[in-house]
């Protein structure tokens, strides 16, 4: 019944929010709390942000229409990365989660539900091809190649770069880069005007220093650098190269940074 309950919450939010990737632990992790009239939604959002208010009215009308009560938990980034991990080994009550889709899927793999079947009526009829595929994917990355659905995406994001024409024109310069070179020139003529080269917000700063490492060292190269449980595995028994801090290409892309001077424009409250 509880995992019943489950799969509606999680395509109903879907339905009304347009919500995304959450999981729910093993039906073993969940046996202390079976009984349990309520399900526990913890959420990488924190409670101020829009999407929060999106999620707490997705919550809000599946309460008014099936009766279920929500224990929705704001946990943030920090908070969720942090404390997700300890909280499902304890086998802590939690139905459900959400996260970055490749972290769900990788890190928290082993506890979610195949929801092949679950979600097959709501796929059909409103999912995305190229989300659900990406769901399938990121979890046979981490399960031998079992590309199964473990997750439902929601929210799709895009990471874009943009230029300031005016400080372009300011700086003299006259067209906008294409390779890494011009780009290295720009951000130098950029510097001489006295203008910052490269602003973003401090929350993501992480997301440039982890797109460009990936160029030198691919995907499972930053995750060894990082020490993503996901391929620890994989690190020890030599199928995915082991890199440390140390690696010179780590160190090129690091001064690489250093040149370019960014600096965090998030906004302070």
Not at 7 to 24: R, T
Not at 43 to 64: C, F, L
Not at 98 to 103: A, I, K, L, S
Not at 244 to 257: E, N
Request: charged residues 30%; hydrophobic residues 35%.
């Amino acid at each position: 019944m509880k995992k019943k309950l489950v799969s509606v919450l999680l395509c109903g939010a879907l339905v009304v929010a347009a919500m995304a990737g959450c999981g729910k632990k093993s039906d073993s992790a969940s046996s202390d709390s079976k009984d349990s009239d309520k399900l526990v939604y913890w959420s990488m959002w924190s409670e101020k942000e829009p999407q929060a208010e999106v999620i707490k009215e997705a919550v809000e009308k599946y309460t008014k229409d099936t009766g279920v009560e929500v224990d929705l938990q704001f946990k943030g980034r920090s908070g969720q990365r942090e404390g997700l991990q300890p909280a499902l080994d304890a086998k802590q009550q939690i139905d459900l989660f959400d996260e970055d889709v490749n972290r769900v899927n990788g890190s928290w793999g082993k506890y979610l539900l195949d929801l092949e079947d679950l979600a097959k009526d709501f796929e059909a009829e409103h999912g995305n091809t190229t989300l659900f595929q990406i769901a399938r994917n990121a979890y046979g990355q981490t399960h031998d190649g079992d590309a199964t659905l473990h997750s439902i995406p929601y929210q799709p994001s895009i990471f874009g770069f943009f230029y300031n024409k005016t400080l372009f024109e300011k700086a003299g310069i006259e067209a906008v880069p294409t390779t890494w070179e011009e780009f290295d020139a720009v951000c130098a003529k950029l510097k001489e005007a006295k203008i910052t080269p490269i602003t973003g917000d401090g929350a993501y700063a992480t997301s440039f220093l982890g797109y460009h490492l990936g160029r030198y060292l691919g995907q499972d190269g930053v995750k060894a650098l990082v020490g993503d449980p996901a391929v620890k595995e994989k690190v020890e028994a030599g199928e995915i190269e082991a890199v440390s801090w140390d690696d010179p290409r780590v160190h090129r892309q690091r001064k690489i940074w250093k040149t370019l001077q960014v600096r965090d424009t998030s906004p302070r409250t």
